[in-house]
């Protein structure tokens, strides 16, 4: 079974504190998403990645960054949180595209944020 | 407009119901339709995943893709509580991108 963890379930933070959530898979998969979930506007992708440090913005990248120094691991970092970044972020992986036609993203239980 | 449009909910039904959920969506381009199901406080898991038009089945599961209208269905058969949840509908262009747009979900409860 694919298993994709998140470091923290809660998480509260302060206005302007930097943010580190982490994401570790254990499946080899290639390729690693941040999605944010609001209510009303569902999954929205953050930054995604294809390979070690490679990255790639999604739709909504502005206030956020991310790093992958390996290929099991992936983190998204808030360098100064905002109220308007409270949410819940989800990490996902997937094997490289090609390989499967049925291949999926796997995802993480989520990490619910919230910044005061 | 949306890519994909998802009616929230909630929609509520008694236990043992007929459940359709479903999604319409706007790309003529996507051949990739999957269903996920995210229980309260967890993270989004596979649920049913098919391949252009056409039925696929699992257990009291089905998926339905009728690209023509541009329209995806997910039926639960017998419903169970722990069926309660919400279930996001995705889709892909072809499966050498995999960028998946989502729909918002929608919000299930099954009484008893």
């Known amino acids: 079974d694919v298993k994709v963890t998140q470091s923290s379930r809660y998480l509260v933070k302060r206005t302007g504190e930097k943010v580190f959530l982490e994401c570790v898979q254990d499946?080899?998969?290639?390729?690693m998403f941040w999605y944010r979930q609001d209510p009303g506007l569902g999954l929205r992708l953050i930054y995604f990645?294809?390979?070690?440090?490679?990255?790639e913005k999604g739709d909504i990248p502005e206030g956020y960054s991310v790093s992958r120094e390996k290929k099991e691991r992936f983190s998204l970092i808030l360098e100064s949180a905002s109220t308007n970044q409270t949410s819940m972020y989800l990490c996902?992986?997937?094997?490289?595209?090609?390989?499967?036609?049925?291949?999926?993203?796997?995802f993480g239980p989520g990490t619910r944020l919230t910044v005061l | 407009q949306k890519e994909v449009e998802q009616d929230p909910g909630p929609l509520s039904v008694p236990e043992g119901a007929i459940v359709s959920l479903n999604c319409t969506y706007s790309?003529?381009?996507?051949?990739?339709f999957m269903w996920y199901r995210q229980y309260s406080r967890k993270g989004p898991e596979l649920l049913m995943y098919t391949y252009s038009s056409g039925n696929k089945e699992d257990g009291r599961f089905t998926a339905q893709v009728d690209k023509s209208s541009k329209y995806i269905s997910l039926f639960i058969r017998d419903s169970q509580p722990s069926d309660s949840a919400t279930y996001l509908c995705a889709m892909r262009r072809s499966y050498n991108t995999d960028k998946l747009i989502f729909g918002t979900g929608t919000r299930l409860q099954v009484f008893p």
């Open positions: 499946m080899d998969h290639e390729n």
């Open positions: 996902a992986s997937s094997s490289m595209p090609g390989t499967k036609t049925t291949d999926t993203q796997y």
């Open positions: 990645s294809y390979d070690v440090k490679m990255k």
């Open positions: 790309n003529s381009a996507f051949q990739y």
